[in-house]
């Protein structure tokens, strides 16, 4: 594939990706709550289809190499954000929410390998 054609393909998804990531936050904000649920939903949810895209193009050719640069590397790419995990994580600690920090940190992590997992297992049935 033309190497600017796969930059097009990552940046057309990764705009999308990120913009469903600000919609999301949109719907489920960070202020009040005392927990950062957007990010914690877009983790989760970006782990598992992470998981389910990368399996079917490994496993299946239901995801071509187009596809998987547009869907894995740009979308998920721009809906993940581990720099707003992690400047979540200091703005609690910062604000004294160590259990929240602690809940927010070990869910992330256990949360985001179970539900890749449950990608991976759940892209297994259709092959």
Do not use: H
């Not at 990764?14 to 600000?22: C, E, Q």
């Not at 782990?47 to 640069?69: D, H, K, N, W, Y």
């Not at 547009?70 to 703005?91: D, H, I, R």
Request: with cysteine.
């Amino acid at each position: 594939m033309n190497p600017a054609a796969s930059v097009l393909l990552v940046g057309a998804g990764g705009f999308l990706g990120s913009a469903a990531r600000y919609l999301v936050a949109l719907v489920m904000p960070f202020a009040g709550s005392g927990f950062p649920f957007a990010t914690f939903a877009v983790n989760m949810l970006g782990s598992f289809l992470i998981g389910l895209l990368s399996e079917l193009a490994v496993s299946t050719t239901m995801v071509s190499p187009e596809t998987r640069l547009f869907l894995v590397t740009g979308f998920c790419g721009g809906f993940t954000t581990f720099s707003s995990y992690m400047y979540e994580n200091g703005a609690l600690i910062r604000d004294g929410q160590v259990f929240y920090t602690t809940l927010y940190l070990a869910g992330s992590i256990a949360g985001g390998f179970l539900a890749l997992y449950s990608g991976m297992l759940t892209a297994k049935l259709w092959t």
